[in-house]
């Protein structure tokens, strides 16, 4: 098998190129690039790899920058040191997504994985659509992790979204509240925050809840089929789950 490294961190590239030794000695590592640039230059001009072992964080930008430039037609493990934002969509989609620094365990799990799909197809095409792959991949990574909220006077406080219990509307007005049960009013409406947040992490209750799972102390049966969420945060009103809305309650959750 005919590889690609594209790796920016020589202590990365030594650890990987050491666990492939260890692991699948017969891979033919057949180029290694450390750039945006280098990685396009290196696939347009070589034939196309059997796989790729691609960082996501490059020095020169975003690693899915490669795909604006070139048509990529071979399977991808990603590697990073972020272990979050892209979880889902490697689950969903069942392309590796190792995380640094990458155990032999975790490569061969991987090339399982790979086997395993390629064993399932007759056309040398990629095991998966690495456009939707992609397109959930950048969602990801633009969903909002700080906001700059106003405050008295001219100032404006940075507050970490892993910090807020859930989002409200109270006259008239979108407001927060936080761990440490302080509150903020935010320019957003309700609307646009459930655009900006990410939905495995905050949930559109009704109109006028968004919750977090830290929120939640406990959930009630409620009258026709509901859910009232209780908070542990005490409200001034009851946050209810419609009847229709209870079952995506319950996956999210």
Known sequence: ???????????????????????????EIVGETDS???????????AMPDLIFMDIHLADGSAFEIFEHVNITCPIIFTTAYDEYALRAFNVYSIAYLLKPISGSDLRKALDKLEDLCSRRTEPVPPTDLTGILRELKREESYKTHFLVPVKGDRLRPVSVGTILFFYISDGLVKAVDENHEEYVFPQSLDELSEQLNPREFFRANRQYLLSRKAVRDISLWFNGRLAVNLCVPTAERVIISKAKVAEFKDWF
């Open 1 to 27: 098998m005919k590889v690609l490294i594209i790796e920016d961190e020589s202590a990365a590239l030594r650890n990987l190129k050491a666990v492939i030794n260890e692991v699948a000695a017969d891979m």
């Open 36 to 46: 945006i640039v280098d990685s396009i230059g290196w696939l347009e001009t070589h």
